[in-house]
């Protein structure tokens, strides 16, 4: 993808124009105006949110109590070592690195991307064999980059990146 502003802009309009209105465009507000409130998720917010992100591992979402849901996201929103934070996320059974970008972008929606498959191939980067942590700050701070560049949000960034790819991609 060719990074330049006009091009980012023409791509996340087009993933707006797809998403508006729908279902996941309503989850999308209602799990960032809950988290923008409250400093954990609950079940009900947390399963919505990975379900967002991932549907298949529903049943392992589900798995996890309550308890650990509530104890874990505020644990990662609140500890100030970035690795902490988002490897004790994937401690949560069906949280992968990128379930685990999604809640940290949704509870901190100017610092943290989503990272997904389609973005990373957006930005030319091969797709890594296993996510790491070294791999997530690389990529965060990257799109981070790229938002200050271009006077754009984190999340414009995002649905570009994801958009490019959906209409490339083969």
Not at 61 to 75: C, D, P, Q, S
Not at 77 to 85: P, V, Y
Not at 146 to 166: C, P
């Amino acid at each position: 993808m060719k990074l330049d502003k006009q091009i980012i802009i023409k791509y996340a309009e087009k993933y707006n124009q797809r998403f508006l209105g729908t279902k996941e465009a309503e989850i999308e507000a209602e799990v960032k105006s809950w988290l923008k409130n409250n400093r954990f998720l609950n079940k009900d917010n947390f399963i919505k949110l990975c379900l967002w992100k991932s549907p298949r591992p529903k049943k392992n979402y589900e798995h996890n109590n309550r308890e650990l849901i509530e104890e874990l996201t505020a644990f990662s929103l609140q500890t100030k070592s970035e690795e902490a934070g988002i490897k004790s996320l994937t401690c949560l059974s069906g949280v992968s690195f990128p379930v685990a970008t999604t809640i940290l972008h949704y509870a901190f929606p100017n610092k943290y991307s989503i990272m997904d498959f389609r973005a990373i191939w957006s930005l030319g980067w091969e797709q890594p064999k296993q996510y790491t942590f070294e791999f997530w700050e690389k990529y965060y701070k990257e799109i981070q980059k790229l938002s200050k560049k271009f006077n754009l949000s984190v999340r414009t960034i995002d649905k570009a990146l994801w958009q490019y790819s959906k209409d490339n991609q083969k």
